[in-house]
């Protein structure tokens, strides 16, 4: 590394002490121990996919059950969970979705070749599971978004490299499990990779068709998944929903007019996610930017869109501090954050159903950051794909490096 460094891309960025390494598995194991207490199934949003399967298995429909709203694909995935005992569910699913959180940070900060055994990468893991609130809820919910906070950074470490097919092949996977991560079809689109768009696209359909052939309900995605969540899913969805078009109306905001904003929002986003990607910089924030834009995009009209969504992107922007310009080395980002602190009672919305409140304003507070670090930065460069390099060393390939405040280059990913 070079001798140069900052104090963010100089001591955070050494190897970490076991110290740090033995309370961030306190923490992780004390959570996993206390959802495997307070839960049945792994979690409550776990067992709607579990009880779809056992429906299945019975012979019935899955999609009688209005809040399975997953492809066909998902109910072979989850069948293998009716044959496991449902005491070691409560312990398999809890550690399963932790692993996924944690596999999801390594992979961010292999993105920006960030040292996986660095303070940074013991701290970073640390806060997030102890300081940002919709961690320890996806644990506990059991919720299958943990399989698309894994798959956006393996998929865009993948993509750093090169390898576009394979990174379509890991975001195609997810979406059949969860369709969460289907706008990132756009950033194959900005890119012009289209074989990793047709692997992308590809898997989830072929999955699903599969799927849903062996469903007594075939069409039942379309016809009863679809129409509910278009209109707007029940009361219960509505209280956790934290995109302005379920907000909004909560505090007297016309539908439609919240629907608009939502819209209008989403729009802007994806708009400073291509010129984004067209301002022609390379290196690992333009790719994490761009990806994180459009999925915060999605979220601010996506019906719907809950807190732990944020644990899809927010590892992504934070992996990327000790990169000279990352959006998380500013103010404005953190403070968006600040709703989603643990343990701080919010006037007026202490209560569980008024939280989507809290949850838009960093929702909001993060799309709008991330958009303005976008939109900035001069005039947009049309490039065309670059080709790919020879691979070096166990296949991987040459790609930019973070650069750390001083200007020096580093790449703590090698060794590490």
Known sequence: MSEHKSDISGWLVRRATWHLWAALGVVLGAL???????TSDGGMDNAIVVRAARVWWAGGSPYDDSHFLYLPSAVLAAAPQVL??????????????????VGGWVCALRLHDVPVRSRFAALGLLG???????????????????????ALPLGLSLAG?????????????????????????????????????????GVPVAASA??????????????????????????????????????LPRVGVPGVLAGGIGLAGAGVGVGCAWWRWRRGDAGPLRLAETAVM?????????RPSYDHYLLVVVPVVVAGVPCAG??????????????????????????????????????????????????????????????????????????????????????GGGAE
């Open 32 to 38: 996993v121990v206390r959802t495997a207490r307070v």
């Open 326 to 411: 990352a959006v998380a080395r500013g103010p404005w980002f953190w403070l968006a954050l600040v709703p989603q602190l643990p343990g701080v009672s919010w006037p007026y919305l202490e209560t569980v159903q008024r939280r989507a409140f809290r949850d838009a304003v960093t929702l909001c507070g993060v799309a709008a950051t991330l958009a303005v670090r976008c939109g900035g930065g001069g005039r947009p460069v049309f490039l065309a794909p670059a080709a790919p390099t020879r691979p070096v060393l166990l296949g991987l390939r040459p790609r930019p490096r973070c650069s750390n405040a001083g200007g020096a280059e580093w790449s």
């Open 128 to 150: 997030l599971a102890a300081g940002f609130a919709p961690f320890a809820h996806l644990v506990v919910l059991g919720n299958w978004t943990a399989t698309a906070a894994l």
């Open 84 to 101: 496991i005992p449902r005491d070691v569910l409560s312990v398999l699913v809890p550690a399963a979705v932790t692993g996924c959180l």
């Open 294 to 302: 459009l999925m915060l995009s999605a979220f601010l009209v996506a």
């Open 210 to 247: 599969g799927a849903a052939s062996l469903l007594p309900d075939p069409a039942g995605f379309f016809t009863r998944t679809l129409p509910f969540l278009l209109s707007g899913g029940d009361s219960f969805v509505r209280l956790y929903e934290a995109s302005p078009a379920a907000v």
């Open 161 to 201: 490299r090169g390898r576009w097919v394979a990174a379509g092949a890991v975001i195609g996977a997810a979406v059949a499990l969860k369709p969460l991560l289907a706008p990132l079809a756009l950033l194959f689109v900005f890119a012009g990779r289209w074989r990793g768009l047709a692997v992308l696209v």
